[in-house]
């Protein structure tokens, strides 16, 4: 472990299997207002391991982007987590002082975005931009940072480095601005890559590129990858794992290919179900109903509002007075539904989403 880490506070006693180099226990993150307080995310439990892409799915507003803000303690000021632990290699992220924190984004967490050309400075010409991000990480000679910097924006893909130096952010294209922000991600080498909708407003071939190209810096850097994103064909392509969103809560976690192939949970498989685009009988394509005010749900099940399932096995009234756990209903698959039967519980009803 880094010296600068090393003094970092409350190093949990039970320590994560080796390989997890983030884990995430039990979040819970909230957002105050004018007299009022909100949950936004809650008991979120997550891990993430060397040389695997997780990716964290839901529709816009399930609490997606503000995890990853949140495991960087980036929050926007009116929101605070109020419970859990956030462990980088079994050292506490929410004891840590600024000093560590800063050694932490960048040197070891790093965080790409969507709308890349909106998050490069204007005025400065991306060279120095990398540059800059190389720096304040790596501490480099003075007379090689040109030669890095060039090195980093051809490991991404970037024609003509030497000359791309030079441009300014307007001057790229959808595709390279994204590239430009890769470069500086890896420039302090970083164990761990947060990938926020990285390919939203990109035409499909450059989603296509910039998704292999991701693929490519995880497997030659054995990178941990957080992918956040709405379209599951992305996960279909490159995810080993899916954790599934809804509300603030993880309803479903498991391998992508199972999760994919066959959602237990009633939203998982919404989700599913609308991606395919298959037309039914008359012609109509699948929607979920609208959303509620999930987040006001008391004590039940949050998608119980928009839930066909519930409806069917006649369980509406167990599904309004008590949430369901996340528990395992199969290897390494969990779900938080009742009519699913896990280890922790049977099928409420004989109909249940197998």
Known sequence: MDQCLSHAVGATAAEPPRDVLLDVRNLCVQAQGKGTSKTIIEDLSLQLRSGEIVALVGESGSGKSM??????????????????????????????SQAELNHLRGGHIAMIFQQPQAMLDPTSRVGVQVAEALWKHQRPDRASVKERVIKLLADVGIPAPATRIDCYAHELSGGMAQRVMMAAAMSGEPQILIADEPTTALDVTVQVQILKLLDEQRRKRNLAVLLITHDLSIVSAIADRVA?????????????????????????????????????????????????????????????????????????????????????????CTARCWAVPCKDHPAMASGDCA
Do not use: W
Not at 80 to 96: A, E, N, S
Not at 259 to 265: D, G, M, N, V, Y
Not at 266 to 294: E, F, H, I, M
Not at 301 to 320: S, V
């Open 67 to 96: 995890t990853a803000l949140s495991l960087m303690r980036l929050m926007p000021q009116e929101v605070g987590i109020t419970g859990g632990q956030i462990l980088f290699r079994g050292h506490d992220v929410l004891g840590m």
């Open 244 to 332: 599934v969103m809804y509300a603030g809560r993880i309803v479903e976690e498991g391998p992508a290919r199972d999760i994919l192939k066959q959602p237990r949970h009633p939203y998982t498989r919404a989700l599913v179900q609308c991606s395919l685009l298959k037309p039914d009988a008359d012609g109509r394509l699948y929607s979920l109903p609208a959303a509620q005010s999930v987040f006001d749900a008391g004590q039940g099940c949050r998608f119980l509002p928009r839930c066909p399932t519930a409806a069917t096995n006649g369980i509406q009234a167990h599904c309004r007075e008590q949430e369901p756990e996340l528990s395992s209903y199969h290897s390494g």
